[in-house]
């Protein structure tokens, strides 16, 4: 005879919590679903690494003739160009891979995925933050992979030499994951707030590359900010490609190199690297906040 609904005699099959699952395991969940998404989607593959790398040897090729005297002035004359602008592919590796972000959260959208995650039992922070953890392995990888290629660049230069390409060494690589990681931070929270506002794969991709490519054009990405127009000068502060491209170059060329003030609280390149950290965790806790602020609206918006 079965038990009755409201019986008290315990049952022989072993029954679940509705919400079951750790944020840990939340957070594993779709890290691995996003990771999987994402690798099964050329054209993501493409904008992310694939432009970016043309892009650096062309930029390579038709600036590296002319930049010469613009970094003698700055940096130094012994630095060749290729390792100047390896900092800035990184960077625009990073931003692609970002703004691209927001795209795979439309489109959980409109097949009806997105709903069905909403009124699941997993956290919304840790799906955030899951989604967020696959975007930057991505992420560190194409980082890799371009410092791998800038290094290839000047070895195949008959001109050039690969020698102090790295200033730092691993200390300084590790530290460029990082900056570059945080900076990724920044403009995946910005990609996944319009998607939410948004709900639109075609204006979330033309309000992203609207806002993120133009910055590179008014950041230290390509020339140094002090032979570029006063009012560039002036939008870079508030730019946080600056910030990044800064933070990677010092440790590339194992120099203060910060473009936007001057800062003499540390040694060195720290003087570089401290309020690349400061200002890009700003930017990320700040934009980070509101995505998942939104992401809690939403779902609350779908419960009722």
């Known amino acids: 005879m079965s038990n009755a609904a409201g019986s008290d005699e315990p049952s022989d099959t072993p029954t679940r919590k509705a919400s079951g699952n750790s944020a840990l395991t939340d957070m594993r969940i779709s890290f691995r679903r996003w990771l999987v998404k994402t690798s099964r989607n050329p054209y993501v593959t493409f904008t992310s690494l694939v432009q970016p790398v043309i892009f650096f040897v062309l930029m390579a090729e038709v600036l590296g003739a002319i930049a010469g005297g613009a970094l003698a002035g ?4 012994d630095i060749h160009y290729v390792t100047y602008l390896t900092p800035a592919i990184v960077v625009q590796s990073a931003l692609s891979a970002a703004a691209v972000s927001g795209i795979g959260l439309v489109d959980d959208m409109e097949t009806g995925m997105f709903d069905k995650t909403l009124i699941s039992p997993m956290g919304r922070s840790a799906m955030f933050v899951g989604k967020v953890l696959s975007e930057l392995v991505r992420i560190v990888v ?9 290094y290839l660049m000047l070895v195949l230069k008959p001109e050039a030499t690969a020698t102090g390409y ?3 060494g691993l200390p300084g690589l590790v530290g460029i994951l990082v900056i570059t990681t945080l900076f990724g931070g920044v403009f995946m929270a910005y990609s996944n707030i319009v998607a939410l506002v948004t709900r639109d794969r075609e204006a979330t991709i033309m309000i992203a590359n609207l806002l993120t490519f133009p910055l590179l054009f008014v950041s230290s990405a390509f020339l140094p900010l002090a032979v570029l127009p006063e009012w560039i000068q002036t939008v870079a502060i508030a730019n946080p490609i600056t910030y990044g491209v800064d933070g990677i170059r010092a440790l590339m060329l ?3 190199v910060l473009s936007v003030f001057e800062v003499t609280a540390f040694d060195g390149l720290w ?3 401290v309020p690349t950290f400061g200002v890009l965790a700003a930017f990320t806790l700040v934009l980070g906040v509101i995505a998942v602020s ?4 939403a779902a609350r918006a779908e419960v009722q």
């Open 166 to 168: 790295l200033q730092t």
């Open 254 to 256: 194992g120099q203060d």
């Open 142 to 150: 194409q980082t890799l992979i371009i410092l791998g290629l800038g």
């Open 74 to 77: 700055t940096v130094g004359g």
């Open 271 to 273: 003087n570089t690297v």
């Open 294 to 297: 939104l992401l809690n609206r």
